[in-house]
């Protein structure tokens, strides 16, 4: 199993909207709707942002959203603000309870 | 509020063994799948193991006989246990609660122990 693809960086301008993908294959990505998003900052845990590709944890951002097509999943911050620079990545479930990340990406706020 | 809290880290030779630990709190431990998850400094996530509530453990291919995790639902406590470590091992080691319907999704996390393998 190879780890799920992410692009290693992304950016926009405060208020602008970034959309980061997370591309798998049939047996991940494409084939469950167990894709999950991290937000990690500098020296921090990861955090929950999106479950089941499009589920917001309680009290995560609406100006977060999810969504999967095919073998690829998204995530989109709109309204970019400061403390959305961190770094983010995507996970799936993979089938026989075993789950892959994808390699991260480091998102700027120009 | 939901809490977990590792332990055990440090620097062990190549071949060596080191064991986890991962106190929690604030939730119904034996209730939930708990996992373990691994960062090397400045790189990704990689999941390494996965216990669920029934006692059901999973790997990946590349810890897979080398590594075993264990809880005591009377404790609250997840442990695991790695043997013939490798220098590709050294990482920070995450334990995760399982959530919203568990299926690799991850709704809590500790802050972390630090595994450095060198001679």
Redesign the interface.
């Known amino acids: 199993q190879s780890a799920l693809t992410q692009p290693p960086s992304a950016s926009g301008s405060p208020g602008q909207s970034v959309t980061i993908s997370c591309t798998g294959t049939s047996s991940d990505v494409g084939g469950y709707y167990f894709v999950s998003w991290y937000q990690q900052h500098p020296g921090k845990a990861p955090k929950l942002m999106m479950y089941e590709v499009s589920k917001r944890p309680s009290g995560v951002p609406d100006r977060f959203s999810g969504s999967k097509s095919g073998n690829t999943a998204s995530l989109t911050v709109s309204g970019l603000q400061a403390e959305d620079e961190a770094d983010y990545y995507c996970s799936s479930y993979a089938g026989s309870n075993t789950v892959l990340f994808g390699g991260g990406t480091k998102l700027t706020v120009l | 509020q939901v809490q977990l809290v590792e332990s055990g880290g440090g620097v062990v030779q190549p071949g060596g063994s080191l064991r986890l630990s991962c106190a929690a709190s604030g939730f119904t431990f034996s209730n939930y799948g708990m996992?373990w998850?691994r960062q090397v400094p400045g790189?990704?996530?990689?999941?390494v193991a996965?216990i669920?509530y029934d006692g059901?453990d999973?790997y990946?291919?590349s810890v897979k006989g080398r590594f075993s995790l264990s809880r005591d639902n009377s404790k609250n406590t997840l442990s695991l246990q790695m043997n013939s470590l490798r220098p590709d091992d050294t990482a920070v080691y995450?334990c995760a609660k399982e959530?919203?319907?568990g299926?690799?999704?991850?709704?809590?996390?500790?802050?972390?122990t630090l595994v450095t393998v060198s001679s």
């Open positions: 996992h998850v790189k990704g996530l990689e999941w996965l669920k059901t999973e990946p291919g995450y959530g919203y319907g299926y690799g999704c991850f709704d809590f996390w500790g802050q972390g």
